[in-house]
């Protein structure tokens, strides 16, 4: 008796989303076989049975919805920030999009007709920041992957 109200105690405490749905349903449906059938062995075979598929398609089911909602929150975070802009920083980020990628050399920086104070203004913002390219030999500006994606669809959508 000790040992069922143990397992039942840890059932109720788990914190795992699929477990408790994996649990619930492979429940209900050898309570069902039970009720159907009226034999037991069959009901708790068909629960064990189905536990580990239900508990694949919970956690399928909510990494999907998980990630989706992250890249929602993505990007309503950088519709956001475009909508923070000044008219300066957009015609940056605006460059970035006309170039054809998130990273721009200085030299690339430097012959655009865009604001120093614009650019700096990104850089402490945190969208634009510094590195090298892949071979070492130039250094880049990277604007924010989330930014410039957001800018890219908008700029499609004629809206930046």
């Known amino acids: 008796m000790y040992t069922v109200i143990k397992l039942l105690d840890r059932i109720y405490t788990e914190n795992d989303f699929a477990r408790g749905v994996a649990t619930s349903l492979s429940g209900s449906?050898?309570?069902?076989?039970?009720?159907?059938?009226?034999d037991?062995?069959?009901?708790?075979?068909?629960?064990?049975?189905?536990?580990?598929?239900?508990?694949?398609?919970a956690v399928w089911g909510f990494n999907t919805i998980h990630t989706i909602a992250e890249r929602q929150k993505a990007d309503d975070l950088a519709s956001l920030s475009i909508s923070k802009l000044?008219?300066?920083e957009l015609e940056v980020?605006?460059?970035?999009?006309?170039a054809g990628?998130?990273?721009?050399?200085?030299?690339?920086?430097?012959?655009?007709?865009?604001?120093?104070?614009?650019?700096e203004s990104l850089m402490q913002r945190g969208f634009l920041s510094t590195s090298m390219t892949a071979d070492a030999m130039h250094e880049t500006f990277v604007l924010d992957t989330?930014?410039?994606?957001?800018?890219?669809l908008r700029s499609k959508n004629d809206r930046i």
């Open 93 to 98: 980020v605006s460059a970035f999009v006309t």
């Open 40 to 57: 037991l062995v069959i009901a708790v075979f068909s629960a064990i049975i189905t536990f580990p598929i239900a508990r694949l398609f």
């Open 86 to 88: 000044s008219d300066e």
């Open 146 to 152: 989330a930014l410039f994606d957001m800018a890219l």
């Open 29 to 38: 449906i050898g309570l069902i076989v039970y009720l159907v059938n009226g």
């Open 101 to 119: 990628g998130c990273v721009l050399t200085w030299s690339q920086i430097n012959r655009l007709d865009i604001s120093g104070p614009a650019v």
